[in-house]
Each structure stands twice: as structure tokens, then as C-alpha cells.
């Protein structure tokens, strides 16, 4: 069926490097995407959102880049710090607004 | 504004029991989402409301349901409580606006279930 996932389930880097967290749909309908942040404890945060006609946007140190080609999307953090340890999730949504999530990818910053 | 706000933050149950959780959406938001997670099982969509009506649901058993309140607050409720059961449940309210699609998420509850 079709589905949202992650390439990784953990990623750790070095901090001050830079983090590349990705994410596969398989729905091609799906035509807007949003990265999310979980802490521990904590409820997931949003961090940024991209639409299926648009192949990059940029935040405050974070990338989001979207290859439809391929049905991947990728998050991108620069200048990784201790603060972003976390889970991240990717989330999709199509047309008939069904909001679906990959299972997540823990990050670990080492100092 | 405030944030989404989940009561209770933390419970404890028995086999059997029947718990009900609350949420209340940013105000405004007539949306809200109940989620649950559980250990490398990531999110999964219960179901969700808008303006007091059950727009859309999950592959959950009949044991779980929820209801909205015309000030957008929701419960949701789950009846004979199932070891499985124990997770962090989590409230989403929602904003739509031309160009985003948002939900914004509460603290959760974790429910234990023993």
C-alpha cells in the first residue's frame, strides 16, 4: 500500500556538522509535506513545510528539498547542535487531507 | 496565542478499565487530530474533527472514539482497556490557510495501561 517512511531510523553527527535526514512517500497524489520535530517527552513541533510545486525552501537553518522524480524528501540542518537531538518525522498530505507519518529518525549530536 | 493543551498528562490503567483524554485546540482551530504512539511504531492517525463531526478515522477497533464540543474542545475514549493499548496519545489542532496545511501538536498523554 502506499505509505510514508524513512531511509535511516538514526543518524548521529558531530556537532557543528551538518545533518541530512531523509524521507520516501510512495503517493504521488500527495502534494504537501511537512518535516516535524519531536523531544523527548514532548509532542512533535513543526519545523517547515514545502508544496509538491515547489523543489527546495529554506528556514532558519533548515533546507527542505523535495525530488518528486524520485518521491523522496529531504531535511537539512546546518550547523547541527546539541538542541537538535530528536526524532524527526516527515509527514505527507494528498487531496482527500489525510495527514500520514513516517515512523521517524532519531538524531544524535555528539558534543 | 496558547498552545494545545492535553489532560491528562500522565495515567494509569488497568486491564478492562476505560480511560477518557482531553485536548483543546489553539483557539480558533476547529480541527483537532488524535494520534497514538508507541515505541517504533511511529504516529497513527485515530481519527479527526471538525465543527463537532467525525470527518476522518483510522484503523482502529470500535473500543476508541472521540466526540468535539462546539468550543472545539474533544475527548476521545477508550473502552476496555488492552495491554496494547499503553501509548502517548496525542491532540493535533489544525490550520488551514491558502498555501499550508498545519498541525500542531500537543504535549500528549501517556497512558499506561497495566
Known amino acids: 500500500g502506499e505509505s510514508v517512511g524513512l531511509h535511516l531510523p538514526t543518524l548521529s553527527v558531530q556537532e557543528g556538522d551538518n545533518s541530512i535526514i531523509n524521507c520516501a512517500y510512495s503517493?504521488?497524489?500527495?502534494?504537501?509535506f511537512i518535516w516535524y520535530k519531536q523531544e523527548s517527552g514532548k509532542g512533535p513541533q513543526f519545523i517547515i513545510d514545502?508544496?509538491?510545486?515547489?523543489d527546495k525552501r529554506q528556514g532558519q537553518r533548515v533546507t527542505v528539498l523535495l525530488n518528486k522524480t524520485v518521491k523522496h524528501l529531504s531535511l537539512q540542518i546546518a550547523a547541527t547542535q546539541p538542541g537538535d537531538s530528536a526524532v524527526y518525522f516527515c509527514?505527507?498530505?494528498?487531496?482527500?487531507?489525510?495527514?500520514?507519518f513516517g515512523a521517524g529518525t532519531r538524531l544524535t549530536v555528539k558534543p | 496565542k496558547a498552545g494545545v493543551t492535553q489532560t491528562p498528562r500522565y495515567l494509569i490503567k488497568t486491564r478492562g478499565q476505560q480511560v477518557t483524554l482531553s485536548c483543546s485546540p489553539i483557539?480558533?482551530?476547529?480541527?483537532v487530530s488524535w494520534y497514538q504512539q508507541t515505541p517504533g511504531q511511529g504516529l497513527q492517525f485515530l481519527f479527526e474533527?471538525?465543527?463537532?463531526?467525525?470527518?476522518n478515522k483510522g484503523n482502529f477497533p470500535g473500543r476508541f472514539s472521540g466526540r468535539q464540543f462546539s468550543n472545539s474542545r474533544s475527548e476521545m475514549n477508550v473502552s476496555t482497556l488492552e495491554l496494547g493499548d499503553s501509548a502517548l496519545y496525542l491532540c493535533?489542532?489544525?490550520?488551514?490557510?491558502?498555501?499550508?496545511?498545519?498541525?500542531?501538536f500537543g504535549p500528549g498523554t501517556r497512558l499506561t495501561v497495566l
Open positions: 493535533a489542532s489544525r490550520e488551514w490557510t491558502t498555501r499550508t496545511d498545519t498541525q500542531y
Open positions: 483557539s480558533g482551530h476547529r480541527s
Open positions: 514545502i508544496r509538491s510545486n515547489m
Open positions: 509527514a505527507e498530505n494528498s487531496n482527500n487531507n489525510d495527514m500520514r
Open positions: 474533527y471538525f465543527s463537532e463531526t467525525q470527518r
Open positions: 503517493n504521488s497524489a500527495s502534494d504537501y
